[in-house]
């Protein structure tokens, strides 16, 4: 069931209808799936996927869901140049045959590629905004644009409000609630809701590792170093590959 039969599934479909660009996108967007929650999955499904994409694309070159996959899967693999190049295509073709709502969710992986991968905050900030003009409630254009107006544009009051807005639309937001939490504690010294924020993130999400660090660095200034190192450990339980990986309890500043 679950993954493994939509695969076995859609490869039927491909083996019937090689040059058919849907099928070739369903089972790409099965096997990224796959592979992003290790059922069974590895590189080579990644690496599988962007081939039945590039075959995809070269089919139906106007698909813009297609596109979409197509870039989302290429900023995965750190393939920048090519994503970028397929997002602005995308982009380019407009979203007359696609919902505002898939249309803002691609401006979003856009913006982020701009942001994280090209440190292109403008650019990133004018693709949410595209994003926030199609559909007001998006989350993830909510809580990127008001991160990038928090911490680049040095204001507070509308970081606060898209946050706000990012957690109205989804309340268990995972990098909304931590993100607010930041800026109620480093901007407004409003620690109770900030930790109740906190609480609610992990609560929905334990392995939240903004959260878990946040929290940390919370208790930390509250004096409580051993809650805090505690924290601290378990995060680093629990996310063994960071890069750099968490301070030891003996090098934790309190």
């Not at 096997?31 to 039945?52: F, I, R, T």
């Not at 693999?77 to 073709?93: C, G, M």
């Not at 007359?96 to 691609?106: G, L, R, S, V, Y």
């Amino acid at each position: 069931g679950g993954l493994g039969e939509a695969e076995r599934v859609l490869r039927g479909a491909v083996q019937l209808r090689p040059a058919h660009a849907p099928a070739l996108s369903n089972l790409a967007l099965t096997l990224l799936h796959k592979h992003q929650h290790h059922q069974g999955g590895g590189e080579g499904d990644s690496g599988e996927a962007l081939e039945l994409l590039d075959k995809a694309v070269d089919l139906a070159p106007r698909s813009v869901a297609t596109l979409s996959l197509y870039a989302s899967a290429l900023a995965a693999a750190k393939q920048l140049l090519p994503a970028h190049a397929a997002y602005l295509r995308a982009i380019e073709l407009g979203h007359k045959d696609w919902t505002p709502e898939a249309f803002a969710h691609m401006l979003v992986g856009y913006g982020t590629l701009l942001e994280d991968m090209a440190g292109d905050t403008q650019g990133a900030a004018a693709a949410y905004d595209h994003a926030l003009s199609l559909h007001p409630a998006s989350p993830g254009a909510s809580w990127r644009r008001g991160q990038l107006k928090w911490l680049w544009e040095d204001d507070a009051e509308g970081g606060e409000a898209l946050l706000r807005a990012a957690l109205a639309s989804a309340p268990d937001h995972p990098d909304a609630l931590p993100r607010l939490a930041m800026l109620l504690s480093d901007e407004r010294a409003q620690h109770a809701e900030a930790e109740a924020l906190l609480l609610r993130a992990l609560a929905a999400h334990p392995a939240n590792l903004l959260a878990l660090q946040v929290y940390g660095e919370m208790l930390s200034d509250r004096g409580d170093a051993p809650a805090a190192t505690a924290l601290l450990l378990h995060a680093q339980a629990l996310h063994p590959d960071l890069h750099p990986p968490l301070p030891p309890p003996d090098t934790v500043d309190v």
